[in-house]
């Protein structure tokens, strides 16, 4: 069975800083692109960073650039995001993706996701 597994999430105040983790069972996570997604209360899912194959290239929303870190560790078979200066804006469910081929691939899978709460 395939499965993105998401975790590291949980309540911290602002200014602080989380560390995501998405890990794959059943399938090898180096084929594919890994994006980080979130979806706030009553807005849309929107997609905040990606990690190309190679782990060479990566891009970021303009919300998180430069606060928020994605990285890959292909021999874990896991991907990183890095969430450092918090806000409260940045509450959401933070869901992985693998994506096919590139950062624009389609969804091969999603992960469950993980709640992040940023609240003094």
């Known amino acids: 069975q395939l499965q993105l597994v998401e975790s590291g999430g949980g309540l911290v105040q602002p200014g602080g800083s989380l560390r995501l983790s998405c890990a794959a069972s059943g399938f090898t996570l180096r084929y594919y692109a890994i994006g980080w997604f979130r979806q706030a209360p009553g807005k849309e899912r929107e997609g905040i960073s990606c990690v190309s194959v190679s782990g060479s290239s990566s891009n970021y929303a303009d919300s998180v650039k430069g606060r928020f870190t994605i990285s890959r560790d292909n021999a874990k078979n896991t991907v990183y995001l890095q969430m450092n200066s918090l806000k409260p804006e940045d509450t959401a469910v933070y869901y992985c993706?693998?994506?096919?081929?590139?950062?624009?691939?389609?969804?091969?899978?999603w992960g469950q996701g993980t709640q992040v709460t940023v609240s003094s």
């Open positions: 993706a693998a994506r096919n081929y590139h950062c624009s691939g389609d969804v091969k899978q």
